[in-house]
């Protein structure tokens, strides 16, 4: 170690503190350690998120290089071998290069650069900043070098409460307070920001993605599921143990494993602990484990009895006639063979007839065409359908794709009853005949005048008839969760902007529930899609005020209510919603797609049978 490298002591600290604040970050060779006052990582990251040197200047920084990234955000990683006595200071540090580092693992190196906080996604995400050292200039001293000690991550290492409440006068920021590794799991991952950790042998709770990044537990018991999943059941139910993994060697030097959730990464994982933008906490490894496939299966749901109707719901996923035809026959597969073809089938993201394209195209039957098609040389029945054409470029979505909600439905098992007159923008109504209720449009649209519906989907109402009795369906796809900060937000609770929209919609479509019983109190009534919200959610609970509609999917164990898998949390936002006359079903998520490596689409079907 050169000689201008001093080791931390309570008296130097003391010194160090003293001098930071007079501005005096670095002094010259040969001097005492009170005259120098050198920095070392710890005190760049201080105790709090952001960096008390922020903005300035340092010089020679001391360390061993952890790991180097030689993609995406270039740079490396360096640690102090010394560690100071504040469990809160990480001692390591992300340097970034901008181009390819020189230097390689094990470099002993002295690094003088700008001390900043780096805001993945940037300050409107609402994303924690990651504290770096930019424009740096580099000394390697020696090479070759032993690496600092990993930090093992475990179950017993990580808080079980996930973060602090923000300080309300910082706008509910936790950046500025102390952190508390041993008392919260943002505040323990934080204080190993930048820092060499490692993970034994841990159940994967999200599959691995495009991205080549997949997520573990190092919980193993933390509202797990009997797939192999996390889910997520309430705001404050994070789960702690979730991290997400990357690998620091390029995909063409060595590809990134496939994993499903329940399997295993086996052994040992070990690397920087980065923050990204998409997840937050990363374990960037340096060494992977190896995945273990536990044999996860895609489920297939029991076919509705002769008594029955069988109604659900699937995102298909942008499907337009210009995917691979291989996709439309896995579709159509999942359809017959895992739905066990449903009698009612409403679909989210049927795009138009040529895709993205956006040339005012929004006709889409030469897509509903290539779908049935494939479901009937699957073995299925040869669907009929019904939707509504919106305007152009008016329902969200991609741009020039106008996606649409559309049903499908089993001639042989049930009618529907048209009404015309139904388009983009006239609402279907409820009028009361012969005693029942019945729509006005059939197709027709829920409201789309409303503010509540701009730039987002408009429900899909019709009326159907199996065995002599009608019943309403009600087919959505709710506006997305887009610009909601994530878990791992430095404001907490985190902003939930795109809430505000969905309760708007919920709303609408709770009153349109309440014309239709108001007609007929015992109407059957199934509201159901991509509401793009959790069941315990403002949203759910608007949709079902005053009791019209009950959430079917907590007829299910806790364990078993998810739709959808983001960020290593199993969780709902696809449901099927049932009026009080419906209080007799069976329920059914079923989960083909959401655990997998491998998908169709990125949502799980519902499925709900009872006998109207």
Do not use: C
């Amino acid at each position: 170690m050169p000689s201008s490298v001093v080791p931390r002591t309570p008296a130097v600290a003391a010194v160090v503190a003293a001098a930071l604040a007079a501005g005096l970050l670095a002094g010259s060779t040969g001097a005492t350690a009170a005259e120098t006052a050198q920095v070392r990582i710890h005190d760049i990251q201080g105790t709090t998120r952001t960096s008390p040197l922020v903005g300035r200047q340092v010089a020679d920084v001391p360390g061993i290089v952890t790991g180097v990234r030689t993609y995406g955000s270039r740079g490396f990683w360096f640690q102090d071998p010394q560690a100071d006595d504040d469990d809160a200071t990480s001692e390591g540090v992300f340097v970034y290069s901008g181009s390819v580092p020189t230097v390689a693992v094990g470099d002993q190196v002295l690094v003088s650069g700008t001390v900043g906080e780096y805001v993945p996604g940037g300050t409107s995400s609402g994303n924690q900043s990651l504290t770096q050292i930019s424009r740096p200039a580099v000394t390697v001293v020696s090479r070759g070098n032993e690496l600092p000690a990993p930090v093992t991550v475990s179950a017993s290492s990580v808080p079980g409460e996930y973060a602090p409440a923000g300080d309300p006068a910082a706008g509910n920021s936790i950046n500025g307070l102390p952190l508390r590794p041993r008392t919260y799991a943002l505040d323990y991952y934080e204080s190993l920001e930048g820092s060499n950790v490692r993970i034994g042998t841990s159940r994967v709770v999200g599959a691995t993605d495009p991205y080549a990044e997949l997520w573990v537990t190092v919980k193993p018991d933390e509202n797990d599921n009997r797939r192999g999943g996390t889910v997520y059941g309430s705001y404050t139910s994070q789960n702690t143990g979730r991290l997400q993994i990357q690998s620091l060697t390029p995909l063409a030097q060595k590809p990134f494993p496939e994993a499903n959730v329940g399997d295993l990464l086996a052994g040992t994982t070990e690397g920087p602990l980065d923050f990204n933008q998409f997840g937050g906490y990363t374990l960037t490894a340096r060494t992977l484990g190896t995945v273990v496939d536990r044999g996860l299966d895609r489920e297939r749901t029991r076919p509705q009895r002769n008594g029955e109707l069988a109604v659900a719901t699937y995102n298909v996923e942008n499907l337009d006639p210009s995917d691979p035809q291989s996709k439309f026959d896995a579709l159509a597969k999942a359809v017959v063979e895992n739905l066990a073809s449903p009698d009612i089938l409403t679909l989210e993201e049927i795009q138009d007839d040529n895709g993205a394209k956006n040339d005012g195209t929004v006709a889409a039957g030469q897509t509903l065409k290539k779908f049935t098609d494939a479901i009937v040389a699957a073995g299925g029945p040869a669907y009929a359908w019904r939707s509504v054409d919106p305007l152009n470029n008016k329902d969200g979505g991609e741009p020039g794709g106008n996606i649409r909600q559309v049903f499908l439905f089993n001639p042989e098992r049930v009618s529907f009853t048209d009404r015309a007159g139904g388009d983009a923008t006239t609402a279907t109504g409820v009028v009361r005949e012969r005693g029942r209720a019945a729509l006005t449009l059939s197709p027709g649209r829920v409201d789309p005048a409303s503010s509540a519906w701009e730039n987002s989907r408009k429900p899909l109402a019709g009326e159907f008839t199996f065995r002599g009795r009608t019943v309403f369906v009600i087919a959505n796809h709710f506006g997305s969760k887009g610009g909601d900060e994530g878990l791992a937000s430095h404001h907490q609770p985190p902003n939930r902007s795109s809430e505000t929209k969905r309760l708007l919609q919920a709303q609408s479509v709770n009153a349109f529930v309440k014309d239709i019983l108001k007609a007929d109190r015992r109407a059957d009534v199934v509201v159901l899609g991509d509401i793009n919200d959790f069941e315990f959610s403002a949203t759910t609970k608007a949709l079902t005020d005053d009791g019209v509609l009950y959430p079917a999917i907590t007829s299910l164990p806790r364990s078993e209510r998810y739709s959808y898998v983001f960020q290593g949390n199993s969780q709902v936002l696809d449901q099927i919603l049932t009026s009080p006359s419906i209080d007799d079903f069976s329920y059914d998520s079923v989960h083909i797609n959401a655990e997998f490596a491998e998908q169709n689409s990125d949502h799980d079907p519902q499925v709900l049978r009872f006998r109207p």
